[in-house]
DNA sequence: ACAGAAACATACTGATCGGTATGTTGTCAA
DNA sequence: TTGACAACATACCGATCAGTATGTTTCTGT
């Protein structure tokens, strides 16, 4: 074990460096983060980075993977639960939301990057390993996409255009991101607040009647 | 008369250099564009942009400023009417809705930058007249904030938190920007019949029955 | 005890970029 | 016609930064 230094973080020195990484990309962005900044956010130098990512999109890369696996990971057990679509629904909006809350700084460096992906094809840097992450976007979208149209044929949801429903919510979702600064003062319930009034929204936005939503949330 | 080259665009000069700039800020983010970037953008050089402006952040604020005046020029007609809090609502949020799919390049630029004053104070570059566009933006928000306070009063909206509700709205309506790409063939009732879904879909989130949004929108 | 490899730090390089200094060309007024 | 200024282009400078090459130290297996 290391004997002269456990002060700071017992995490592997790896996830450090992504931790690190994923805090500079979202203060500055991509290009605007150097790896000299990753390396002083971890109180080390570039020689630290360099020994466990190949390159600065690599490590990108890897913060991408990271926030797409905790999406994932959150979202799962609704997903695969045996729920009728709304409650489904509800289950994952709920984790999505809370989730999005609680891992802001991944989070954020990913949508900074996915946000570069989608306004301008390739040609920004972050490479063709892109096209992976696009992919995995897009699997996690058609989770919710699925559950949308299984709503909508059971009559729960009230749908013009699915794609739209579909942006529309995920955009709700996410939007703490936008706008949400976790205080230091501040309990799971409060999170928890916020992300159940912004899944009342969001079901409200889908055309369910009001009465339904309260009804189902009081079990 | 500018007899010997006509052949690109009529606008003033120093509008050429704010659109590219709004491209390439849009494209590549504020710290992934150079100025030979947006130089190139119009096939000039730097020497034209710094003859118009004084700096990189200088140009950027004057993007940032052009933004948010198209903005509030959008949904000034619809909350200087003396409608009632619903149907003013719908007109502002139309407007809006419509002005982030026209100014797309615009407005994205303007938050790619909100986004880093957001997510860090200070420090990111575009120094002190940042706040003077925070303090617009503000009034921007709080032009919807007292509509939304005006239909709850009136019973037209069921809100909880009123912040929590303006922001997931102002969200939703600008969520094209995340999803939303243009195509060559597209028309004015496009855009139109778009807007008017992710309208429907706001005042639903607000607690507005489907009925009455319905009806209202049949006059 | 020791070789080697892992885990970094330090020092450097080439390219890029914001900004400036200076040149060049058209325009217009006197 | 000419001089002065606007409207740029060109050339250059210093700083920054991704990436590399080369140390230096600590651990680990034998």
Request: charged content about 25%; glycine content about 4%.
């Amino acid at each position: 074990m290391n004997l002269h230094q456990a002060h700071k973080s017992d995490k592997p020195p790896p996830e450090q460096v992504l931790d690190a990484a994923a805090a500079c990309f979202m203060e500055k962005g991509y290009a605007g983060a150097s790896l000299d900044d990753v390396a002083r956010h971890m109180g080390a130098t570039k020689g630290r980075i360099y020994h466990y990512f190949a390159s600065k999109s690599d490590l990108m890369h890897a913060v991408r993977k990271h926030a797409m696996d905790l999406n994932f990971a959150a979202i799962r057990p609704g997903y695969d639960s045996a729920l009728p679509p709304l409650e489904k629904f509800r289950a994952m909006a709920e984790a999505h939301a809370l989730n999005m809350i609680a891992e802001q700084r991944y989070q954020k460096a990913l949508f900074d990057s996915l946000h570069f992906h989608i306004t301008r094809g390739t040609s920004t840097g972050h490479d063709a390993r892109m096209e992976e992450f696009i992919a995995d976007r897009r699997l996690f979208e058609d989770m919710f996409r699925e559950v949308l149209q299984a709503g909508r044929k059971a009559g729960v949801f009230r749908i013009k255009t699915i794609s739209v429903a579909l942006h529309t919510v995920l955009t709700t979702l996410n939007s703490t991101l936008y706008w949400y600064t976790p205080r230091a003062e501040e309990t799971e319930q409060d999170r928890q607040a916020v992300a159940a009034e912004l899944v009342d929204m969001a079901l409200r936005a889908l055309g369910v009647s009001p009465d339904v939503i309260t009804k189902e949330k009081s079990k």
